[in-house]
Every structure is written in C-alpha cells, then in structure tokens.
C-alpha cells in the first residue's frame, strides 16, 4: 500500500481544504495518506490587525523566521512514498511558517532524499514563493518533483480588497459589491483531479513526468502580467525589509514609523501604479516575444 504525508500550515482552513481535496482521490483507492500539521512556536493572530500583518513583512520577504515550529513526529511516516507540503505565500515570499518548517533540523533531515511536491494555496503571485522552496529543498537534498498551485481568480485588486477583508475581518463570504474571498468552491473541488495524477505517479514510483502532467491538467494558471509585477514588487520589498529591520527585529516597536509607512507605500503601489505596470506589460509584449 502507497503511502503519502501531507504537512500543512492553515489560518482560515483553507490550505487544509485543499490539501483534503487533492488527496480524496489517493484515499479512495486506498492509498494511506497522513496529515501533520505545522504550528509555529510562535504564534500569528487570525484575524490579523493591520499593524500585526505588517510587522511580519521584513522577516518574510527577508527569511527570518522569528521562532520554530512545534516538534512534529514521523516516526509513522518513514516508508511514506511522497511527501506532500501545503502552504502559502506571504509578501511574495513563503509564509513564515512555511519558512520555519524547512529550517528546522528534524524536518530536513526528514525530508533529505524523499519525493516533494508543493502546493500553493495564495492570491495571485506565487512565482519567488515557488523558486524559494525550491532552494530549500535544493539545500537539503530532497527531490522537488512539481507544485499545484491554486489561486484567486479574480482581477488583481478584486482579490486585494477581498484578501484584506478575509484577513483582517475574519469576512470570506460575498459583501457589498466584492465576491467571495479565496480559492473558489469549484477549483476547489476540481483539484481532486491532481490526486488522481499524483496516485497514478506514486503508485507506479516515477516522478519524472509528474509536473508535465500536472500542468496539463490546469495545475498552475500562468498569469505574465502578474508575474512581471510580482518580479518588480520583490526586489522593491526587499529594500523595504532591510530598511524597516534597521530599526529592530520582529515585533519592535521603535520599527513601526517605517511599518507603517510600508502599508502606504504598498496602497499607493497596488492601487495607482499597478494597473499602469500591468498596461506597460501588454504594450511592451509584442517586444519580449522570441522571434
């Protein structure tokens, strides 16, 4: 019998939904599939207050974790054929969390030669949150063998103001003229379709041909404009995070002046420069293209 660990890291459940989701279909023919969850020593409010999100900022993007996670125990995992992890992005980067998951001693040498495939369950920019785990994984000598990634597909600010409101008000639900916040109920049921091409890989314990097959079947949606910003917007807030931690490290009150000038530089950028970054993109396509 195939076996497959799921780690994962929720606030509001839904990376836990997900990962339930994708994994249905390996239950159903009887794959044994284990889920551990990764809690960090340190804990994150949900629902967040704006300063709270805000002041994670420079450790995210700077990878910082301020604290280590909860001891998780796989002794009953170690036959297990392919380590699934399910998380988010937070500021274009791995959510701390996530970050403090690869760093801790007893998961990498966990994870050191095994099969990994992560799955993404963010807003709209996931590009430098992919390539990170991929140098982590790198480090520690596991083999990445593809991600999923499953977004909001909603316009840009569309999903902005709705993630705000799901983060900061606890609010998923339709409001006012804004849809529901989130993964949409219908990729949410239709990702089952990926656990059926992860059983078909597992149980045959080939790889190789797992993330073309996956991306196939409408694994990741590749959206260029969005990731020439989110390109664009990672290099700026790293000068934003080396800048704030000069004032202090995580939680330090004297950084906050430049915390929160952060959030209204991230406003003035999301709402006024974006659009026009993103019009740029579609005017200047024609000139990336390879002849």
């Known amino acids: 019998m195939k076996k497959c660990v799921v780690f994962y890291y929720t606030q509001s459940g839904q990376a836990l939904s997900v990962a339930r989701s994708i994994c249905e279909p390996l239950e159903k023919v009887g ?11 340190q804990d994150y409010p949900y629902p967040w207050s704006k300063y709270e999100f805000f002041d994670t900022f420079p450790e995210t993007r700077l990878g910082i974790p301020p604290s280590g996670i909860r001891k998780i125990d796989c002794s009953d995992v170690a036959d297990a054929d392919l380590v699934m992890v399910v998380g988010q992005s937070w500021f274009l980067s791995p959510s701390l969390p996530l970050q403090s998951f690869f760093e801790d001693t007893d998961v990498r040498n966990y994870l050191r030669g095994r099969n990994v495939l992560f799955v993404n369950a963010c807003r709209n ?31 840009n600010l569309v999903s902005a103001l709705t993630i705000v409101r799901w983060l900061m008000y606890g609010k998923k639900g339709e409001s006012f003229l804004l849809p529901d916040a989130g ?8 990702c089952s379709l990926f656990g059926e091409i992860i059983f078909d890989e597992t149980r045959d314990g080939d790889f190789s041909q797992l ?32 800048f704030i931690r000069r004032k202090g490290g995580f939680r330090d009150k004297r950084r906050s002046l430049r915390v929160n000038a952060f959030f209204y530089y991230l406003l003035f950028v999301l709402f006024l420069i974006s659009p026009f970054g993103q019009l740029f993109y579609y005017l200047t396509y024609p000139l990336r293209r390879r002849v």
């Open 183 to 190: 993964i949409s109920d219908a990729d949410l049921s239709d």
């Open 125 to 155: 920019m996931w590009l430098m949150t992919s390539r990170r785990i991929q140098e982590y994984l790198r480090d520690i000598q596991a083999h990445f063998v593809g991600q999923i990634v499953l977004q909001d597909r909603h316009a």
């Open 31 to 41: 794959c044994c599939v284990v889920f551990k969850e990764i809690i960090p020593v």
């Open 211 to 242: 993330q073309d097959r996956l991306l196939a079947a409408g694994a990741i949606d590749y959206k260029p404009s969005i990731l020439f910003l989110e390109k664009t917007g990672h290099r700026m807030f790293g000068f934003w995070a080396k």
